[in-house]
């Protein structure tokens, strides 16, 4: 869980870290254009058929019956598949640049800049892709120490390169060449790190039965995605729409605060699935349900302090990070935390549940109820109220698509959310002030930029750590539950 945890967080710690760079050294105008590229590049890698999001399964199933014939078409099969897909969006980009970019509030000067990022829009999505088949791979046959390692260093290089070689003016397309090279670091690293596992013989590409079953396997998955793109990165592409490119810039400097933050607690998953979904085939439903009351009742009052304590202390460590002339990303950060920590702790556990007892189709609903809610909401308020607008209307999407999902798991097996601890007010109120005195305290030092953004992060261990002590004992009991639990067919 450590190297996997290392070789997702690299990424997003490098971008943090590069972020204030980049803005001081391009200007926030040209940010702007280099984050509505990045979120082009978001929405085309989810949008891949569910290739991606399968690949790790498949590569799994191969794996564990040393078929590394198979593994070997599955590559050769997928990058197939990405290259023609990166060559279909380069020629839409050739033909339909000029018209997407005078559609978008892009300032004149930077006109020209932004359609040649469109041209190598297409080689950069199949190296994205590629690179995420060779991480798909090293996952699937638990090689995260290797992963941890070629991530890592991917990162590092990128970050010192873009840290020496940009220097402002249009070197928007030296970034892009720079970001290639990443994937391609992690694409060449991965796969020379998982060569072992891969064996390359005729028939190159997987036979007519096994496409069929990957098909099958990645339009479901596909569906799955979609939902994400459409309450993630069409925020930025309805503000960008509908507001100066500049605000693309803002909104993605919190959008990447509030993810950094969310992201945390989600480590904990691959055990977690992993446990339930062992004590599901041992003993049923009735164990899988005694097994989520008992890791609910410390995932629900733990995540909530959590989301409190970090919903505080982000508006003013992204001040910190970014400086006074960002504020308003701090509040988009805000925002986004307050529907993302609700998310996480009520559907956290009962996603682990879902997924175990072999119903994903519970996920696939209350992902859809957040995205139709989120839709509606999202231009109305965004003529309203701005980038706030959107970010308020994705975050009140997800909150009731969350409580769809408790709806829908009480009416299958009775799950039911243990009362808070009567500790947990007091505990989370002392560490919600303790992180929000100590953010004004290292706010008011005038300092900004990566480092003080580390400072900024001690008083929220210091609130954390203070809710946990006060907190330990009733997070450490084990709940009641009942031990026949009647079960609902899903519809």
């Known amino acids: 869980m450590g190297f996997s945890a290392l070789a997702q967080s690299a990424p997003l710690l490098t971008n943090l870290a590069l972020t204030p760079v980049l803005i001081h050294r391009l200007g926030l105008d040209r940010f702007g254009v280099w984050s509505l590229i990045l979120v082009f590049l978001a929405t085309l890698t989810v949008l891949d058929g569910g290739v991606g999001a399968s690949l790790a399964r498949f590569y799994a199933y191969h ?15 997928s990058v197939a598949v990405f290259l023609a897909l990166g060559a279909l969006v380069t020629g839409l980009c050739a033909l339909l640049g000029p018209v997407v970019v005078s559609a978008l509030d892009v300032p004149p000067r930077l ?28 996952q699937a046959n638990a090689r995260f120490r290797s992963l941890a390692s070629v991530s890592a260093g991917s990162c590092l290089t990128y970050a010192v390169a873009v840290v020496v070689l ?41 036979e007519p039965a096994e496409r069929r079953d990957f098909i099958g396997y990645a339009s479901r998955m596909q569906l799955s995605g979609f939902t994400v793109f459409l309450n993630g990165e069409i925020d930025a592409l309805v503000i960008a729409a509908l507001l100066p490119v500049r605000y693309v810039g803002i909104f993605a400097a919190g959008y990447q605060a509030a993810t950094a933050l969310r992201s945390l607690p989600l480590y904990a998953f691959p055990p977690i699935l992993t446990r339930m979904t062992h004590v599901y085939a041992a003993g049923g439903l009735a164990g899988a349900v005694r097994e989520f009351h008992v890791l609910q009742a410390r995932w629900l009052p733990a995540v909530l302090t959590y989301g409190a304590v970090t919903t505080t202390a982000v508006g003013p460590a992204v001040v910190v990070w970014l400086g006074p002339d960002l504020a308003l990303s701090g509040a988009v950060a805000a925002v986004l935390l307050a529907g993302y920590a609700v ?10 549940f879902v997924r175990a007892i072999g119903r994903p189709g519970l ?15 999202t231009v109305p308020l965004t003529l309203l109220f701005g980038v706030i607008g959107v970010v308020v ?12 999902l408790v709806v829908l798991c009480r009416r299958l097996a009775r799950l039911r959310d243990r009362r808070l601890p009567r500790r947990w007010v007091p505990a989370t109120a002392s560490a919600v002030l303790t992180a929000g005195v100590g953010e004004l305290l290292v706010l008011r030092l005038g300092w900004h930029g990566a480092l003080p953004l580390l400072l900024a992060g001690l008083p929220v261990l210091a609130g954390l750590g203070i809710a946990w002590s006060l907190m330990a004992r009733a997070l450490t009991e084990a ?13």
Request: glycine fraction near 10%.
């Open 63 to 77: 794996g564990a019956r040393g078929d590394r014939d198979g593994t070997g078409r599955l590559v050769v099969g």
């Open 479 to 491: 709940p009641h539950t009942p031990e026949r639990v009647p079960v609902k067919e899903e519809a």
């Open 393 to 404: 209307a994705t975050s009140i999407g997800i909150v009731a698509g969350s409580l769809y």
């Open 363 to 377: 996920e696939t609903r209350y992902s859809w109820c957040s995205t139709v809610v989120n839709l509606a909401l």
């Open 166 to 206: 940009v220097d402002g003016g249009q070197d928007l397309l030296l970034l892009a060449v720079l970001t290639t090279m990443r994937y391609a670091l992690v694409t060449v690293g991965g796969f020379c790190a998982g060569a072992r596992h891969i064996r390359i013989r005729r028939p190159l590409l997987p």
């Open 343 to 352: 998310q996480v702790a009520f559907t956290g556990m009962r996603t682990c």
């Open 111 to 138: 006109t020209e800049e932004a359609e040649q990022l469109l041209l190598i829009l297409g080689p950069l999505l199949t190296l994205a892709l590629v690179s995420n088949s060779a991480i798909a791979l090293l």
